[in-house]
């Protein structure tokens, strides 16, 4: 038996986005992290993208629709 340790990779728009270590357990936190960087990860859904590799990747994705 193997055991493979996956690292988390947080994506959006194509992007690997960066996690410190302090926020690495706090996905709220992580969240805003990302959104100060990316400002419509705010509306966006965190979407489990699967294991790529040795990543398990979460990405935000845009809501898309129209407004009103």
């Known amino acids: 038996?193997?055991?493979n340790h996956l690292t988390r990779v947080y994506r959006y728009d194509g992007i690997d986005l960066p996690v410190p270590?302090?926020?690495s357990n706090?996905?709220?936190g992580?969240?805003?992290y990302h959104a100060s960087l990316y400002?419509?990860?705010?509306n966006a859904?965190?979407?489990d993208?699967?294991?790529s590799g040795a990543?398990?990747?979460t990405e935000y994705r845009r809501a898309v629709g129209t407004k009103g």
């Open 45 to 47: 859904e965190a979407v």
């Open 55 to 57: 990543n398990h990747v």
């Open 1 to 3: 038996m193997q055991i």
């Open 39 to 42: 400002p419509a990860i705010l």
């Open 21 to 23: 270590p302090h926020l």
């Open 49 to 51: 993208a699967g294991v």
């Open 30 to 32: 992580l969240r805003a």
């Open 26 to 28: 706090d996905p709220q």
